[in-house]
């Protein structure tokens, strides 16, 4: 049984940091793709994508978190952390993890994990 489970969220004041883990167990295959997703609170608001990663070590960090986040990702381990600093009450949102196998085209999403940034 895939699942896919984020942790470490909470309630900061502006400025706090907080870092997000996530895991992923019973993968029926090797993962190449890892990313952090959110999703601003309100009605029709779209996930939109934070950071991700790749096996081969390239990263991509959304312009608005650049310089004050950044994504570890562990494709030995099917873990994925968001270190978050700086962190403004924009920030706020429900955070995914998301874990694919790009030659399968499976893809994996957590429950997600609240993060509220108060100003």
């Known amino acids: 049984q895939v699942q896919v489970v984020e942790s470490g969220g909470g309630s900061v004041e502006a400025g706090g940091s907080l870092r997000l883990s996530c895991a992923g167990t019973g993968l029926p295959s090797a993962i190449d793709f890892m990313g952090w997703y959110r999703q601003a609170p309100g009605p029709g608001k779209p996930r939109e994508v934070v950071a991700t990663t790749v096996r081969l070590g390239l990263s991509y960090h959304a312009d608005s978190v650049k310089g004050r986040f950044t994504i570890y990702g562990d494709f030995a381990r099917n873990t994925v952390d968001l270190e978050m600093s700086s962190l403004k009450p924009e920030d706020t949102g429900m955070y995914y993890c998301?874990?694919?196998?790009?030659?399968?085209?499976?893809?994996?999403w957590g429950q997600g994990t609240q993060v509220t940034v108060s100003s």
């Open positions: 998301y874990l694919q196998d790009s030659t399968r085209q499976r893809g994996y």
